[in-house]
């Protein structure tokens, strides 16, 4: 069963037809959160101020529970790329993207939640870790945390550090939502594909979040090769009940230990 | 010296829709820019920096390829999936996207195939393109408040004359000398459109199968 629903942003900032009709059918009966994917907050270009300004209305109509995008930049030069670019983790790029998200928040009146990407490249010229990085934006900007664990997971292979050092590094007080998703294994490299089922060690990974962060609300993505809808909530079913046992098994101090993990769990200082 | 966050995302963007791939891209590029890559992208033994960087070029194309494929999906059937690809990369890099949304990404293809080569085979083709980027639009046009029959029967005789009919902003008219909706339908029923055999034909009609 879905609790609720996550809608990309920019697919409804049109000027009518039916998806909105559909939309507003949805929001009679759930809570929605809007997520975008072309804020492009880390971006050297001015802030998009007419897209901002849609966004505004899109938030004034629905009312979501909350707004996200992703911490990083998705074009320069007026040239919209459409991927998800990771920032070099520098001073610049820390202060540039604070500021940014700032004015943003001013903008719309409220806080945002910034979402971790999936990456495949890292920049030599990095001086933060990606953790750190996530941790001082949210904590500088005071904005929320969507945390993606399989854009962890894939993100310790690509790059070779412990997906586990990480989590426990993210502020527990900024987490408001996780992502799950399956991936695609390139051999060299994972490709975060969102296509195929949640692979065990992210779910395990998941299981670590949790006894960190707590029951965080979960949205399994899946924007290709889409199982029936039957199918959809089983696995957003298991993402509850799995999430509710890790938490049992936590509590009564029998934390399982996520594969490949070089620290055991139980000496995370957890805020579940 | 160490590059602004400007500059490396100036280069970033001009190696991953660099359309003869990130290397070609990068000796250009690199030279100009005085920034080594492998100074800027961490390479390891498993993926080069050229080859990380690479994972990204293809996606970029590969994401907006599926765009302008859902957007013009009987301009893609007369020229098959080739010809479409090549067409998407020349679009592209004429017209890179320019807005946040990707329904917009698409838009110029009516105006560019007009004088595209394979208007040369086809010369419907940018009518085709024109009819289909109408339908995006009329879908996600603004809602109009319509005039109900009680309005209607509201409005006193003598007033008539002075009624102006409009179009809702969903309408749209399209004007060609094409069988546009012949082409569609063959489209729709699995056939294949021949090349019509002389270009400048005065008499627009299709081939036949």
């Not at chain 1, 490249?121 to 996530?134: A, D, G, K, P």
């Not at chain 2, 080594?36 to 590969?62: H, P, V, W």
């Not at chain 2, 494929?69 to 890099?93: C, I, T």
């Not at chain 2, 003598?158 to 909706?181: F, G, N, Y």
């Amino acid at each position: 069963m879905a609790d609720w629903f996550e809608v990309i942003s920019e697919n409804f900032m049109v000027g009518g037809g039916r998806p909105l009709e559909v939309l507003e059918s949805i929001r009679e009966h759930y809570p929605i959160v809007l997520h975008g994917v072309s804020m492009s907050l880390g971006s050297t270009d001015a802030l998009n101020r007419e897209y901002l300004r849609d966004l505004v209305r899109l938030a004034r109509r629905f009312n979501p529970a909350w707004i996200s995008d992703h911490l990083c930049w998705t074009g320069v030069g007026g040239h919209n790329l459409h991927e998800l670019l990771p920032l070099p983790y520098t001073d610049e790029a820390l202060r540039h993207v604070i500021k940014r998200i700032r004015e943003v928040q001013d903008i719309l009146g409220r806080p945002i939640l910034i979402e971790n990407v999936s990456s495949y490249l890292e920049y030599s010229i990095s001086t933060f870790r990606e953790w750190e990085f996530l941790a001082s934006v949210a904590k500088e900007a005071n904005c929320g945390i969507l945390l993606d664990i399989n854009n962890i997971y894939v993100n310790a292979f690509n790059h070779g550090f412990d997906a586990v050092r990480y989590i426990d590094a993210v502020p527990c007080d900024r987490v408001i939502q996780f992502h799950l998703a399956g991936h695609s294994d390139h051999g060299k490299y994972l490709l975060d594909t969102h296509d195929h089922p949640i692979k065990e060690q992210v779910w395990q990974l998941d299981d670590h979040a949790v006894r960190r962060f707590g029951l965080t609300a979960t949205l399994i993505e899946w924007d290709d090769n889409i199982p029936d809808l039957g199918a959809l909530t089983q696995v957003a079913d298991q993402a509850c009940d799995r999430a509710r046992a890790a938490l049992m098994r936590h509590r009564s101090g029998d934390a399982a230990q996520p594969e490949g993990s070089a620290r055991p769990a139980q000496t995370a200082d957890s805020c579940a | 010296m160490q590059p602004s966050l400007k500059e490396v995302q100036g280069l970033l963007k001009r190696l991953i829709a660099a359309p003869e791939g990130v290397a070609a891209e990068e000796s250009r590029a690199g030279a100009l820019l005085g920034h080594e890559l492998n100074g800027l992208i961490r390479g390891d033994e498993r993926l080069s920096a050229i080859e990380r960087l690479t994972i990204y070029q293809r996606s970029y194309f590969l994401r907006l390829l599926e765009c302008l494929k859902e957007d013009y999906p009987a301009v893609r059937k007369v020229v098959g999936d080739d010809s479409f690809r090549e067409l998407a990369a020349e679009y592209l890099r004429l017209h890179p996207s320019d807005h946040t949304s990707t329904f917009q990404v698409g838009r110029f293809l009516p105006g560019f195939l007009q004088d595209h080569r394979l208007s040369a085979s086809w010369p419907f083709l940018g009518d085709l393109a024109r009819l289909e980027r109408a339908l995006i639009d009329i879908f996600h046009a603004p809602d109009d408040v319509l005039c109900s029959a009680d309005e209607m029967r509201a409005v006193p005789p003598h007033k008539w004359p002075l009624l102006r009919l409009q179009t809702s902003a969903a309408a749209t008219i399209l004007d060609s000398e094409w069988p546009l909706d012949n082409v569609i339908d063959r489209l729709n029923r699995g056939r294949t459109l021949a090349p019509p055999r002389a270009p400048a034909n005065l008499t627009p009609r299709l081939a036949p199968k």
